[in-house]
């Protein structure tokens, strides 16, 4: 379950809310009374992990790993995918 603070109680926990983020890689809300104001705090490691997700879904690479896991019988191990040949 996602923590949630008020920006309040945040700004007085925040290096514990930072290092909690980072070590456990769980996201924390920042909620505010306008919810189009309520913000995420995430570990850059797992940010850096969703952008190349979302990289790898846009050019179509992912797309790619998913048709080639088939072989003749059902399924390949990640390990005997040709990556140069995506």
């Not at 309040?8 to 983020?21: G, M, P």
């Amino acid at each position: 379950m996602q923590e949630t603070f008020t920006p309040t109680s945040a700004r007085k926990d925040l290096y514990q809310i930072l290092k909690h983020v980072a070590l456990d890689h769980q996201p924390v809300t920042i909620q505010q009374k306008d919810e189009n104001l309520d913000t995420v705090i995430l570990s850059k490691s797992d940010y850096d992990a969703l952008q190349e997700t979302l990289t790898l879904a846009s050019d179509g690479t992912l797309a790619k790993v998913a048709e080639r896991q088939h072989d003749a019988s059902g399924v390949t191990a990640i390990d005997d995918l040709d990556w140069n040949k995506l």
